[in-house]
């Protein structure tokens, strides 16, 4: 079953859980996997924060989250008018670095490259564009 959603949701932490919710709806209906459901809400939850607390970093902007799926995969689609940042531009962090040598944070762009099939960002008419796919 195809299936799709558009939320316009508020800079805020408190309105993550909403989304998570949809999309496990949506992808339940187009028969993902539970792996995949979860996989999915965990990598468009870390992208929403790092929109709200790095890009926004306050509770006036707004965040378009759309995601349609098709027999064989799921597309979301997040936009946000926050500076321009493009996360493909974050180096991969060295994750067999002793734990005393690593960077603190960083790894929410690795998490994303390693649940998603397809990750992608453009930067358009003042917009950030993210997109990522998941396949069944």
Not at 8 to 25: F, M, Q, Y
Not at 81 to 105: T, V
Request: glycine share 6%.
């Amino acid at each position: 079953m195809d299936a799709s959603f558009t939320l316009a949701i508020r800079s805020d932490i408190n309105e993550i859980p909403g989304v998570s919710t949809r999309l496990e709806e949506a992808m339940e209906a187009a028969a993902f996997s539970p792996e995949s459901i979860l996989d999915t809400q965990l990598a468009v939850e870390e992208a929403i924060t790092n929109v709200i607390v790095h890009g926004y970093k306050n509770p006036e902007g707004t965040i378009q989250v759309s995601g349609t799926t098709a027999s064989d995969h799921l597309t979301v689609e997040i936009v946000d008018h926050a500076p321009q940042f493009d996360p493909l531009s974050i180096p991969e962090p060295d994750i067999d670095a002793d734990m005393s040598e690593r960077q603190i944070g960083g790894l929410g762009v690795y998490l994303l490259r390693q649940v998603m099939d397809e990750f992608s960002y453009r930067y358009e008419e003042g917009k950030n564009i993210l997109t990522l796919r998941k396949n069944k």
